[in-house]
Every structure is written in structure tokens, then in C-alpha cells.
Nanobody
Framework: QVQLAESGGGLVQPGASLRLSCVGSGRSFEMDAMGWFRQAPGRDREIVAAIPWHSGVPYLSPSVNGRFTITRDNAANAVYLQMDDLRPEDTAVYFC????????????????WGQGTQVTVSR
């Protein structure tokens, strides 16, 4: 069974940092683009960041550019999202995703989704 499993979410105060991890199982994601999406209550799911299979130039949404960093470790079949200077508006369920290309990620043409991990930023 092919799965993506996220971890690392939690409750933090504004200005804090969190590192989300997503580990794939069931097959290698080495040749896939990987990404992170988030969905806040009452809002549509939106892309946060994406990275191509070769760890080339990543994509970061304007709302997180300069605060979040996406990296991957193909040997570990994993992708990470380092989130710094968290804000209340970053509160959402964060989902890991895979697709053939980074363009597919940005167009939400996703092959596999994780189950999500909750991030809450509040005083």
C-alpha cells in the first residue's frame, strides 16, 4: 500500500517554528515532485510549497516565501517543510502530496495525498 505520512504538527505561539515531515512508503518517491498544501477551516486547500525530484528550484507561495523552506531527502523517501516565524493565519491542516512534475503539484494534479497534520498558531 502506497502512503504518505505527515508528522510534526502542533500548537505553537506566533513567531515560533515547526518542522513538518512527510515519509513515503510502499514505493520510492525519488522521481516525483513533492509538495505541501494546507487547508484552513472554511477555506479551499491551497498550495504552500513544492520541490522537484532533483531538489532544484522550489516553489513557495507568496504568503510563506521567506518564512518557510521545503527540502527533501530521496534516500529517506521524505520531504520536509521548515516553518519559521509562524503566524495565526498559518493555522491549517497541512497535507503532503506527490505528482509527476512540479507543474502538476502547482496545478493540484496530485497522485498521492497524505492524511494531514494540524498546525495551530495561537497565543
Amino acid at each position: 500500500q502506497v502512503q504518505l505520512a505527515e508528522s510534526g504538527g502542533g500548537l505553537v505561539q506566533p513567531g515560533a517554528s515547526l518542522r513538518l515531515s512527510c515519509v513515503g512508503s510502499g514505493r520510492s518517491f525519488e522521481m516525483d515532485a513533492m509538495g505541501w498544501f494546507r487547508q484552513a477551516p472554511g477555506r479551499d486547500r491551497e498550495i504552500v510549497a513544492a520541490i522537484p525530484w532533483h531538489s532544484g528550484v522550489p516553489y513557495l507561495s507568496p504568503s510563506v516565501n521567506g518564512r518557510f523552506t521545503i527540502t527533501r531527502d530521496n534516500a529517506a523517501n521524505a520531504v520536509y517543510l521548515q516553518m519559521d516565524d509562524l503566524r495565526p493565519e498559518d493555522t491549517a491542516v497541512y497535507f503532503c502530496a506527490s505528482a509527476s512534475t512540479i507543474a502538476n503539484i502547482r496545478d493540484a494534479e496530485i497522485e498521492y495525498w497524505g492524511q494531514g497534520t494540524q498546525v495551530t498558531v495561537s497565543r
